[in-house]
């Protein structure tokens, strides 16, 4: 109930983009002090901001705090990767063991894996881990090795007993771009050899790729033909469309802020 509860509250608040404790309490049948101990955690991950008597939503990589009306709701970045998230869930399955990337994108999408049964979440992210142990039931397994300044493994000398143990069924991960040669272009170099071993290792990879960024080609992960699904947003759909579909990719959902393609099989 601790985890739905404040899940209720973090989609209450990106859809509101403002509300008070009363209101809270009184749309979940809690105390206000249930609901205050809840907008402090979600404050603490970076879901929402507390405000006077409630919360407001805001989008935490613009680095200031500020209220967001419902136009500017709808077309915040925040909430295209949302979207983005959610196309996500939506390929993860009960039972699945899941090698999650790291990154601020995919750490909004713990919470949303409450419901998913006997999960097992492998990371390389410090700052997933305290969202996976509070929101999911997951066996959650952290990769050991070298830590950057921004607390993410980029050097990991275990990975190879940890995926023989372990088969990963989804690998997940962020890239910044698909270079012309269809490479996919990571910023971290630090972090291209245990990604290049998980595209060759899992049963199923997936990229998100929420806009086009600038990169070094040489921090390439794999190709294309390597990976199974491209999430991508209309921003990023709009450059790579031609390219995917070169590649033998389909789409296979789209909305208004996100396209899902899938590779052809066969």
Not at 112 to 125: G, R
Not at 144 to 168: Q, R, T, W
Not at 201 to 218: G, T, Y
Request: net charge negative; glycine share 6%; with cysteine.
């Amino acid at each position: 109930m601790l985890l739905k509860r404040r899940l209720d509250i973090a989609d209450i608040v990106r859809e509101k983009g403002e509300v008070k404790v009363d209101e809270l309490s009184e749309l979940l049948n809690v105390s206000g002090v249930t609901i205050r101990q809840d907008l402090n955690y979600l404050e603490q991950q970076g879901y929402l901001k507390r405000s006077f008597g409630g919360a407001i939503y805001v989008a935490p990589e613009h680095g200031i705090h500020t209220k967001v009306s419902n136009t500017q709701l709808t077309n915040s970045v925040e909430n295209n990767d949302i979207e983005l998230v959610l196309a996500c869930l939506d390929l993860i399955n009960d039972d699945d063991t899941l090698f999650l990337g790291h990154g601020n994108l995919l750490r909004k999408l713990i919470p949303y894996l409450y419901n998913k049964k006997n999960l097992t979440i492998i990371v390389n992210d410090i700052s997933h881990v305290v969202l996976a142990k509070e929101f999911t039931q997951a066996e959650v397994l952290v990769i050991g090795g070298m830590i950057s300044e921004h607390n993410v493994i980029i050097y990991n000398k275990e990975l190879d007993s940890v995926l023989k143990n372990h088969p990963v069924s989804l690998f997940i991960t962020e890239v910044n771009a698909i270079s012309p040669e269809n490479e996919l272009i990571i910023q971290d170099s630090g972090l291209m050899g245990s990604y290049q071993l998980l595209l060759k290792n899992a049963h199923k990879s997936v990229i998100v790729l929420p806009q086009r960024m600038s990169h070094n080609e040489v921090n390439s992960i794999g190709l294309l033909e390597h990976i199974d699904t491209a999430i991508l947003s209309r921003s990023a759909m709009t450059e790579y469309h031609q390219q995917l579909l070169d590649c033998q990719f389909k789409q296979s959902l789209t909305n208004k802020k996100s396209v899902v393609y899938q590779k052809i099989q066969g």
